[in-house]
């Protein structure tokens, strides 16, 4: 894999069209460069992968939350601008009054906790040593192309925990769903001792399958048995295939969301701690049965690969990766675009040397990190 360098002044320049060209690129190197403390990195060609490229309004709100988190002198931060420089001056501080930001459209508030997370995981706590980093992130709750709050909940959160022994908590107070947007998440995380880093990892293998717990969920003006007619037809599914397997069902509507929506998350447990999942948002045109069931075959097929990170984990692992002391790897099925794009990043940010086992497209993969 080609690696670009940095210059001998710290200056990195990340150029954002490759790979998978979108707005991660941006997510990386603004976490990367202000938790390294970088003296500048520049993100040019941003977006280019997309239709339309350029800042949109929900990078250029990460961006913003990463500059007032760290203090960062900045440049090119207004929408459709495809270069974009960033200056942190300091790690972030804990604070009593919550940090804040607001997409003010349905662009995902669990994209801002994404590029957030790490930042805060090495944050200063001022006070005692149990003080927590708060952040308040309003949004698009369940968006398409970005994971669902209840992701963040029940599976990166949690496995992070497992992984890293790292404590953040994320709370929704209200969904928010496209166009309106307007939902509200709460995230708290407690920071790493000052001077360490994240511990390694080792997530290759599942053990036994445990359990399947299915997330349904309404909001707004939608029909509460959405949720269950979603969750029926999941269910049904997934006992046809695992007649074995115990599995639970959590149903909420949010009458409080802005407009309407729903969808489903479901989340297989096994002994070793694994988490996979899969899920689905509702769409006018699709009958709530065939989301459910849709969503239950994403989810066989994510347990048919033999790994033991889904893909939506795949390239959100990558970060705590480059970040951690040691070696660390997991294993998972075909590496998306994303993972990839997400190795380059990390190798020219901080150094760190990936290794990807089987590239002739074998089922099961591995994915090393050695400093």
């Known amino acids: 894999m080609e690696k670009r360098k940095v210059s001998p002044n710290g200056h990195a320049v990340v150029d954002g069209s490759v790979l998978e060209g979108g707005g991660q690129i941006l997510r990386m190197a603004a976490a990367l460069c202000s938790i390294k403390q970088k003296p500048l990195v520049t993100v040019t060609n941003v977006r280019a992968g997309r239709k339309s490229p350029g800042l949109r309004r929900q990078h250029l709100t990460g961006l913003k939350l990463i500059s007032k988190m760290c203090s960062s002198a900045e440049s090119g931060l207004h929408v459709g601008s495809t270069q974009v420089s960033l200056s942190p001056s300091s790690l972030p501080s804990t604070s009593d009054h919550p940090i804040t930001a607001d997409t003010e459209t349905a662009g995902s508030c669990t994209l801002l906790a994404q590029i957030a997370l790490p930042c805060a995981l090495y944050s200063v706590a001022e006070g005692n040593e149990g003080t927590e980093l708060l952040l308040h992130l309003r949004g698009g709750t369940d968006a398409s192309f970005a994971p669902p709050v209840g992701y963040l909940q029940h599976v990166l959160l949690p496995l992070l925990q497992h992984l890293q022994r790292t404590t953040a908590l994320l709370t929704l107070h209200q969904r928010g769903f496209n166009p309106e947007g307007q939902g509200f998440v709460e995230l708290r995380v407690k920071p790493l001792p000052v001077g360490q880093s994240l511990p390694s990892f080792q997530l290759t293998r599942r053990g036994a399958l445990q359990s399947i717990t299915i997330h349904s969920y309404t909001g707004g003006t939608e029909v509460k048995g959405t949720a269950e007619l979603m969750a029926f037809s999941a269910a049904e599914r997934l006992r046809k295939q695992l007649p074995s397997v115990r599995i639970q069902t959590h149903l909420e509507h949010d009458a409080a969301a802005?407009?309407?929506?729903?969808?489903?998350?479901?989340?297989?447990?096994?002994?070793?701690?694994?988490?996979?999942?899969?899920?689905?948002?509702g769409a006018k045109r699709t009958a709530p049965e065939d989301t459910g069931t849709a969503a239950a075959e994403e989810l066989l097929s994510e347990l048919s690969h033999g790994g033991a990170a889904d893909h939506w984990l795949q390239d959100q692992l990558v970060i705590y990766m480059a970040l951690a002391e040691g070696r660390s790897s997991y294993t998972c099925g075909r590496l998306t675009l994303h993972t990839v794009t997400a190795i380059r990043v990390a190798e020219q940010l901080t150094g760190a040397t990936f290794t990807v086992e089987a590239p002739d497209g074998t089922v099961r993969r591995g994915i090393d990190i050695e400093e």
């Open 258 to 281: 802005k407009g309407f929506g729903s969808g489903i998350l479901l989340v297989a447990r096994y002994e070793s701690g694994c988490l996979l999942s899969a899920n689905k948002l």
